[in-house]
T-cell receptor, first 114, second 115 residues
């Protein structure tokens, strides 16, 4: 079954510095990969996805993620973090040829320090 | 409505009681998911509905949990004989089709507290 690992519980970064949130995945076939964000007191929102094609995917709010098949990773990045980026970030994976379940990681709390 | 609606937003119940959680997906969305979010546990898949197909119930943690989706729209998640470990936020999400790239739209969730 597909699964996702987000190894860090919390990521602290100074405002203006690059932000990276790590994600590795496991699927039996080809992966569809997603990042979702949960801002305080708000529902989960879609950020970006990788289906096929260019390994670098750009999404909302200046975020991007790089698909690395050899390392089975899909790390989320932002060149310059904002205080408003402080939120809970979830990586998710679906197996192209498997079931339709979207498996989420446990989430990473990102804290951007002014 | 404009988004996925869940009710109630908060539910406090006593151990052993039954609870029903409701989800109204976005109109026209054929796929509907239930997830459970516990502190430090991430999102735990519970059940998934797609059109008229048999639901994928493989994530339901015990036979106390059940869900149905009437008329391909509204869904109800029922927890019987609630236990304290059932306390969590229950999230519903819908999407247009369960295809490779379809993103999920989430509701704000129901915070369930079992005393």
């Amino acid at each position: 079954a597909q699964s996702v690992a987000q190894p860090e519980d919390q990521v602290n970064v100074a405002e203006g510095n690059p932000l990276t949130v790590k994600c590795t995945y496991s699927v039996s076939g080809n992966p569809y990969l997603f990042w979702y964000v949960q801002y305080p007191n708000r529902g989960l929102q879609f950020l970006l996805k990788y289906i096929t094609g260019d390994n670098l995917v750009k999404g909302s709010y200046g975020f991007e993620a790089e698909f690395n098949k050899s390392q089975t990773s899909f790390h989320l990045k932002k060149p310059s973090a904002l205080v408003s980026d402080s939120a809970l970030y979830f990586c998710a994976v679906r197996d192209l040829y498997g079931n339709n379940r979207l498996a989420f990681g446990k989430g990473n709390q990102v804290v951007v320090i002014p | 409505g404009a988004g996925v609606s869940q009710s109630p937003s908060n539910k406090v119940t006593e151990k052993g009681k039954d609870v029903e959680l409701r989800c109204d997906p976005i109109s026209g969305h054929t796929a509907l998911y239930w997830y459970r979010q516990s502190l430090g546990q991430g999102l735990e898949f519970l059940i998934y509905f797609q059109g008229n197909s048999a639901p994928d119930k493989s994530g339901l943690p015990s036979d106390r949990f059940s869900a149905e989706r009437t008329g391909g729209s509204v869904s109800t998640l029922t927890i019987q004989r609630t236990q304290q470990e059932d306390s969590a936020v229950y999230l519903c999400a819908s999407s247009l089709l369960v295809r490779e790239g379809e993103k999920l739209f989430f509701g704000s969730g129901t915070q369930l507290s079992v005393l």
